[in-house]
């Protein structure tokens, strides 16, 4: 595909039948082109071993798979952990959606080994009052930090996300499970004393018990504690 755009390169990989599909999963959106994640993936590793640097400075986000593909580029990334947190700052702003917000996320390897400098760089993001800033931040520690050694820190900054926005109670939601998954003992408890409001509590439970990894007595006894 020597010498095309990357928008007429992905408008070559798009197929309708999966545009349609796509475009239902994400209502919040209307730009989606229909490209399979694949099919990005192969573009990114592409790009990564050619002028990154300048693809990012000029790429176009006018669609859907356009910052898709942006952000697994950065997720790609094998530069010092300063510069690729510098490209994550200024792509999340970019992010208006949960799928990019959660693909971007699950690609950040890099995490795994600077822990600490990730963690702090998080932080402004969990008290954003950018509903995507607080999805990013609560996705990123379901990703890389529900272990022992963070997991009192993860669950105190899940309980102190105050947000009426749907993506960001069931992002909390869904780490609170995750949470509970990992690591019973303490999320338990947690569980037993938070100050999550209703929906957001009650939807954590339900995500326990739809879990294979949860034995039926314990998904009888996390029933038993859904709110009225």
Known sequence: MAGKTIKEQLLELSEP???KF????????????????????????QLVKDDWRSYLQHAESEYFEEVMLQG?????????????LRYVADFVPKIDNWSVCDSFCIGLKFTKANKERVW???????TSNQPYDIRFGVVMLLDFYIEDEYIDRVLSLLDRVKRDDYYVKMAVAWAISI???KLPAPTLSYLERNSLDVFTYNKALQKITESYRV???????I???KRK
Do not use: H, W
């Not at 702090?120 to 969990?126: E, G, N, R, T």
């Open 179 to 181: 949470c509970f998954i």
């Open 22 to 45: 796509s475009a239902a999963l994400i209502p919040t959106i209307n730009n989606v082109m229909g490209v399979r994640l694949p099919e990005l993936r192969k573009l990114a590793k």
């Open 215 to 221: 034995d039926q007595d314990t998904k009888k006894m």
């Open 120 to 126: 702090d760089f998080l932080q402004p993001y969990l």
């Open 223 to 225: 029933r038993s504690m």
């Open 17 to 19: 039948a999966y545009q």
């Open 72 to 84: 697994m580029v950065i997720g790609y990334l094998q530069t010092d952990v300063e510069e690729i």
